[in-house]
């Protein structure tokens, strides 16, 4: 046998091999670690987020829980319970607010006097100082547009006064109404 061996020249340069194994094995590796991490940290959002849903059913399920309690404390006949139920209830306030109605009666003194020709854009509601948007200006208690005085500022009306004493009361709600009826 003949082996035949190669000439290796002392000038031919030095070079290294690729890298392309470490960095395969390098990428193979973090690959491996991160997708389980990533899938866990999406598991451990979820979860956080159905706990999160579950939370805005706490009042439902405190009024079902006190509904439960009424129905047993009825049907024990517990006088104690119902009456602490019953104090609870005469307890709490509610507050309506209701659009004021004011029935004026029609003054035929003086036929001079031109309706009050308003659109009202809004009422600006203060205890003290209260203002009122009529035909894009606004106005306050004293002022005086058509002829007629400001009287008073409501928190859905407007009271107006006319030199001869006749009263006109612009309610918020008039243009919807009248826009409902036709």
């Not at 340069?13 to 990533?38: D, H, K, M, Q, S």
């Not at 005469?90 to 659009?99: E, F, M, Q, R, S």
């Not at 002829?147 to 407007?158: D, F």
């Amino acid at each position: 046998m003949s082996a035949k061996i190669k000439k290796i020249s002392v000038a031919t340069p030095y070079r290294e091999e690729t890298i392309r194994i470490p960095v395969l094995i390098t990428i193979l590796a973090v690959a491996l670690i991160t997708v389980p991490l990533v899938m866990w940290i999406l598991k451990i959002n979820n979860e956080g987020t159905r706990s999160a849903n579950v939370a805005r059913f706490d009042s439902l399920i405190a009024s079902v829980n006190k509904d439960v309690r009424t129905v047993r404390a009825l049907l024990g006949n517990d006088a104690a319970e119902l009456a602490a139920m019953r104090d609870a209830r005469n307890a709490a306030v509610v507050t309506l607010i209701v659009p004021e109605v004011v029935i004026v009666e029609e003054n035929s003194r003086n036929q001079n006097i031109k309706p009050l020709q308003v659109e009202m854009d809004g009422i600006y509601w203060s205890p003290s100082k209260p203002l009122v948007s009529l035909n894009g200006d606004t106005y306050r208690v004293g002022d005086i547009i058509q002829g007629y005085e400001i009287i008073s500022i409501g928190k859905t009306a407007v009271h107006f006064q006319a030199a001869d004493g006749t009263e006109v009361v612009k309610d918020m709600y008039d243009d919807l109404l009248k826009g409902s009826r036709q």
